[in-house]
């Protein structure tokens, strides 16, 4: 894929998940303008576009950008095309930067994540532990430190938290954080400059190295090399080395033997799927950060429908905060919905509850009046309990909805009418037959 497709592609992305009106009026004037480690840089007409996009937008176009070039994480920079000035400006500083030293590098750590933010729950208090031992007595604890842990739940926060925490401190240590892509990038570059000694003199003489998602150095040989020297020097030295990834080392095949093998001399520390409550804490204390008024409803739907990512989380909270205040509408469990569908994707098509007690009906040969009514009597009750038992397993459609779709019914009896269904499944087998075709019939409609 062309660099210049990205955006393109992007911009795509983005249309789906917009209001025409404001896709026209904020991201029609954009134009790429360059991609290179993990940066992308996008010229847009003037500087305050580029900070309405920025405050209202990044996550929707990181997003985008991440799904297409499927990174871990970009940064994108807008760049006012009226401003030619400042870019010159900024492209000096950067060069500056880059010559001065390895030491502004403490720069490139993540101002927004700090042990104080970090919510500590079940999932991830050992790894909150351990980072906290190394921060607070670097050296005298575990080396290297390595965690562990899937994609969006908090690797990244936890070790940009050490990094603050010991310069916040110590304002003089020589930290560097980086990920294993620009490390690998650095190698590159030290290669076709011929820069090479410089590289080894800068990593080796610093007091501690951060490197995140270290999964990435799997089948670059080169980058695994250096990396390997780079850690025997600090290590020999007492000097802490910190590593996150997505794989545990036995996990990584493409990754030399000997340094799988470094990286469980120290601790392995791991972050597991957060509980409902810890999601819950950490949704609305983002929700506070960021200042969106989240009502109750919507923090126990949001919560409920994504439990595996903490990152996939905050985007929605972030799109229905930008949604909100661009439209002047509250936030509600619809919005929510439709914006989620925009997130994860509808992958299995919708199944929608009037199908589901229209089928039911048919094929208990009852009316569709008599799912909604309030006789109890025999042959009734079963057929409705079993759509509303189909109503929890192929919609995502909360027990007090469902109670209200059967004739405002209270949200006890739908739950308990699904633990009624689910234990005759066990024993009936012609019921379990029947909503297996139910679901089927219901799925491919
Ligand atoms: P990873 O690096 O594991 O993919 P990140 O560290 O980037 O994940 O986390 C994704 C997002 O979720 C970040 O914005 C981070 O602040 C947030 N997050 C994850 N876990 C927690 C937590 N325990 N408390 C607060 N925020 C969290
Ligand atoms: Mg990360």
């Known amino acids: 894929m062309e660099n210049i497709d990205i955006w393109n592609k992007g911009l795509g992305l983005i249309k789906k998940n917009l209001n025409n009106d404001i896709f026209e009026l904020w991201f029609k004037p954009t134009a790429f303008k ?6 992308i840089n996008i010229s847009v007409p003037n500087r305050y576009c580029g900070e309405w996009l920025k405050t209202n937008y990044y996550g929707l176009i990181k997003d985008a950008l991440v799904n297409i070039t499927q990174e871990m994480d970009i940064k994108i920079n807008f760049i006012p095309d009226k401003d030619k000035e400042g870019i010159e400006k900024t492209e000096i500083i950067k060069k500056e930067a880059i010559r001065t030293t390895s030491f502004r590098e403490k720069g490139m750590l993540n101002k ?3 042990f104080e933010n970090f919510i500590v729950g079940p999932s991830n208090q050992f790894a909150h532990a351990a980072a906290l031992a190394v921060a607070e007595n670097p050296g005298k604890s575990y080396n290297p430190l390595f965690i562990y842990g899937g994609v969006g739940l908090g690797k990244t926060h936890l070790i940009n938290a050490i990094g603050n925490h010991i310069i916040r401190n110590k304002p003089d240590v020589k930290i560097i954080y980086l990920t294993a892509e620009q490390f690998t990038n650095e190698v590159v570059a030290a290669i076709r400059y011929d820069k090479m000694y410089a590289f080894k003199e800068k990593y080796r003489t610093i007091d501690m190295l951060l490197v995140d998602d270290i999964q990435f150095f799997s089948g670059k040989d080169r980058s695994q090399e250096e990396f390997f020297y780079t850690f025997n020097t600090l290590y020999e030295a007492h000097r802490p080395v910190i590593i996150t990834s997505d794989k545990y080392p036995k996990e990584m ?26 999601r819950m804490a950490i949704l609305k204390q983002k929700a506070e950060t960021e200042d969106i008024k989240l009502p109750e409803d919507v923090i126990l739907f949001l919560v409920d429908a994504i439990k595996t990512n903490i990152r996939v989380l905050e985007g929605a909270l972030i799109r229905l905060g930008a949604y909100a205040s661009l439209t002047g509408k509250a936030i509600t469990v619809e919005l929510a919905k439709d914006i989620l569908k925009a997130t994860i994707g509808d992958k299995e098509k919708a199944v929608t509850y009037d199908a589901i007690q229209k089928a039911v009906a048919d094929h208990f040969q009852i009316k569709l009046q008599e799912m909604k009514a309030k006789k109890r009597t025999k042959n009734l009750v079963m057929p409705r309990q079993v759509a509303m038992y189909l109503c929890r397993e192929l919609t995502n459609l909360s027990y007090p ?12 009896t739908v739950i308990h009418a699904c633990r009624q269904i689910e234990k005759l499944k066990e024993k009936e087998s012609r019921l379990k037959d029947a909503i297996d075709a139910l679901t089927k019939a219901l799925k491919s409609q």
Do not use: C, M
Not at 34 to 39: C, F, I, K, L
Not at 258 to 274: K, N, V, Y
């Open 401 to 412: 909805e469902i109670g209200k779709y059967f004739g405002g019914k209270d949200h006890t």
């Open 253 to 278: 095949p493409d990754v030399e033997e000997r340094l799988r093998s470094r990286f469980e001399w120290g601790l392995i520390a791991d972050i597991q799927q957060p509980d409902f409550e810890t």
């Open 112 to 114: 927004r994540y700090y």
């Open 34 to 39: 360059s991609y290179n480690n993990g940066e």
